[in-house]
């Protein structure tokens, strides 16, 4: 018998793919029969499986049955409606479909030519997203895999913008006539700007972390100071990160003040609207995004509140020129005819080939609709507010910061007990039980020195007896 060296048939995925619609089906139906955080222990998959791939084929009925034994006890369950911890992410129906044609249509986006539809496609949705956003009209739109990326992107950019500075040829190392440059956010900014600057080389001490007020915003008059003293020392502020939905309290940092600043000192603004960017679909709020067209950048996460599957995140840049310019580079075999008239996005990031991203945002966007996606925001953001008066209603629980969002952060403060480590000791047990219950995950954060619960909510099947279930374990675990 000769050994196939092809592919399974056609036939044979068509079976299966029949079977897997119905399995997917099963688990979209009832997300609740798992616990949504995973319960196995570190290791424990690992050790049940074999140290060594098959030598010889097995069967997809193998492989797919191994679904429910193997990977199942190992999944922690994005799409329950308990899950409640970081910010969530929906796998909705429409981006499912699309990351299936995606996988099918397997398309390496390197250059115009290698996919237009890809190429243009991108262009499309990050601009239908733009206007829905009320960004400037003008703004360029990339996809990238994580906020972590396109925020690497900007700071690249930014650090691109004088080209007297030469980095990009030149770099950075052994270089007398190279001022420090620096970079500011606030307090409570994500640490992928950290991770940025570390990767750019332009070291983490030279980020510069700004306090924020009562309300975790950052404070514009001591970022006007830092960059003042910075430069008195002879620095270069080179960007600022305005958070609008910081991660721990999706708290807005003032940004026209802050663009203000950036106008005056020349540094690049680079907005992180990585969660909070939904809320710009709601015209009502649209306030919270008061100055962001000054911005030079900015970026948003459809897969955070945006229902689109795990990864896409949208960069907009007012300077694609300037993203050109420091990504641009196309060897001799990589030059095409159609080069000066078709865009390709390699030319605009350090990767070359790129993921079919813009159609599940595509599928998203057009089976929930720009109102239907807000309505879904909306309704989020109500469930908090709803969730943070049942909090705010008992005399021995708080809320202890604003909710501009759908994130509640709350704590619990036993009457007469004041000590910080005891409060920490205490929310962090109540944190445990209520995770260990198998119907809600929530998480936690630390603001200043208080240790605080924290309820996201962003899924699309979280609903309010979701929240009434996780206000009833908390006050449960509470009681110990
Ligand atoms: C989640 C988040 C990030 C990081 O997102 P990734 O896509 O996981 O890199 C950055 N900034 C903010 C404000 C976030 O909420």
Not at 323 to 349: K, M
């Amino acid at each position: 018998m000769t050994e196939s060296v092809g592919d399974l048939s056609p036939q044979e995925f068509e079976r299966h793919a029949t079977a897997l619609a119905g399995w997917i089906r099963t688990y979209l139906e009832h997300p609740e029969r798992y616990p949504v955080l995973a319960r196995l222990a570190p290791g424990e998959l690992r050790a049940s499986l074999p140290a060594a791939a098959p030598t010889s084929a097995e069967s997809l009925e193998t492989i797919l049955s191994d679904l429910d034994r193997v990977i199942l006890p190992g999944i922690t369950h994005w799409n329950h409606p308990g899950f409640l911890a970081y910010f969530a992410n929906t796998a909705s129906v429409p981006g499912i479909l699309a990351e299936l044609v995606t996988a099918a249509l397997n398309q390496v986006g390197i250059l115009w030519r290698t996919s237009p539809a890809l190429a243009e496609l991108e262009q499309v949705t990050t601009g239908w997203l733009r206007d829905a956003m009320a960004l400037p009209s003008d703004w360029f739109g990339m996809i990238t895999d994580t906020a972590s990326t396109s925020t690497l992107l900007a700071l690249a950019a930014a650090r691109e913008r004088d080209p007297a500075l030469e980095i990009r040829h030149r770099g950075m190392a052994g270089r007398s006539d190279l001022p420090r440059l620096r970079i500011y956010c606030s307090t409570q900014a994500h640490s992928s700007v950290d991770k940025a600057a570390i990767t750019l080389g332009l070291g983490a001490e030279n980020v510069v972390r700004i306090a924020t007020d009562d309300a975790f915003q950052m404070r514009a008059d001591l970022l006007e100071s830092a960059m003042g003293a910075d430069r008195a020392a002879g620095y270069r502020p080179l960007a600022v990160i305005a958070t609008l939905g910081t991660t721990s309290t999706t708290s807005v940092d003032p940004t026209p003040a802050i663009a203000a600043l950036c106008q005056r000192e020349g540094a690049w603004l680079h907005v992180d609207a990585a969660y909070g960017g939904a809320m710009a679909l709601l015209e009502e709020r649209r306030e919270l995004f008061a100055g962001v067209a000054a911005a030079d950048s900015v970026v948003m996460n459809p897969h955070k509140w945006l229902f689109t599957p795990m990864d896409c995140s949208v960069l907009w840049t007012a300077h694609p020129d300037v993203l050109r310019r420091t990504f641009s580079l196309t060897p001799a075999y990589l030059q095409t005819n159609e080069q000066d008239v078709a865009l390709s996005y390699s030319d605009y990031s350090f990767q070359l080939g790129r993921r079919f991203r813009a159609l599940k945002l595509w599928f998203v966007m057009r089976a929930f609709g720009v109102e239907g996606l807000g309505a879904r925001v909306r309704h989020h953001c109500a469930l908090a507010t709803e969730f943070a008066s049942w909090v705010a209603a008992e005399p021995e629980w708080e809320v202890v910061a604003p909710v501009p969002m759908s994130v509640v952060c709350f704590r619990h403060r036993p009457a007469g007990v004041t000590d910080e480590r005891t409060l920490q000791a205490h929310n962090a047990t109540i944190l445990e039980r209520v995770n260990a219950s198998g119907e809600v995950f929530l998480s936690h954060t630390k603001l200043g020195e208080r240790y605080v619960l924290r309820v996201a909510i962003g899924n699309l099947r979280t609903e309010a007896s979701h929240l009434a279930t996780a206000w009833r374990l908390v006050r449960e675990a509470a009681q110990g």
